[in-house]
C-alpha cells in the first residue's frame, strides 16, 4: 500500500514562491500517476495539478496555470509542486493523492485518487 508524505508548506507573502514535495513509499511509484489537490475552509477540495507516470503529460486547473509547476522524480519516488506569484485566495492545505491504477493517465477528479497524503498548510499574507 502506497503512502504519501507531503512537506514544504509555510507562509509566504502575496508574490512569493514555495515549492512542495510529496515522498511515497512503495515500489510501484514510478507507475502511478498522481495530482495535487487544495482545499481552503469551509470550500470543497479542489483539483490543482495532475501528473502522468513518466512525467510527460500534466494537466492544471486555469486558475495556476503559467505559475505552478508539477514535476516528479521516479528514482527518488517523490512528486513536486513548485508554486510561483502565490495569492492570498490561495492559502489551503495542499494534498499529495495517488491514482494506484498503473499506467492510468492522470484525472482532476478527486474521487479518482486512490491514496492522499495527510496535507501540508500554505499561508499566502497579503
Known amino acids: 500500500q502506497v503512502q504519501l508524505v507531503e512537506s514544504g508548506g509555510g507562509l509566504v507573502q502575496a508574490g512569493g514562491s514555495l515549492r512542495l514535495s510529496c515522498v511515497a513509499s512503495?515500489?510501484?511509484?514510478?507507475?502511478?500517476?498522481m495530482g495535487w489537490f487544495r482545499q481552503a475552509p469551509g470550500q470543497d477540495r479542489e483539483f490543482v495539478a495532475t501528473?502522468?507516470?513518466?512525467?510527460?503529460?500534466?494537466r492544471y486547473t486555469d486558475s495556476v496555470k503559467g505559475r505552478f509547476t508539477i514535476s516528479r522524480d521516479n528514482v527518488k519516488n517523490t512528486v513536486y509542486l513548485q508554486m510561483n506569484s502565490l495569492k492570498p485566495e490561495e492559502t489551503a492545505v495542499y494534498y499529495c493523492?495517488?491514482?494506484?491504477?498503473?499506467?492510468?493517465?492522470?484525472?482532476?477528479?478527486?474521487?479518482?485518487?486512490?491514496?492522499w497524503g495527510q496535507g501540508t498548510q500554505v499561508t499566502v499574507s497579503s
Open positions: 493523492a495517488c491514482k494506484a491504477d498503473r499506467y492510468s493517465s492522470g484525472s482532476s477528479n478527486y474521487a479518482m485518487y486512490d491514496v
Open positions: 512503495g515500489r510501484a511509484f514510478s507507475t502511478y500517476a
Open positions: 501528473i502522468n507516470c513518466t512525467g510527460g503529460s500534466t
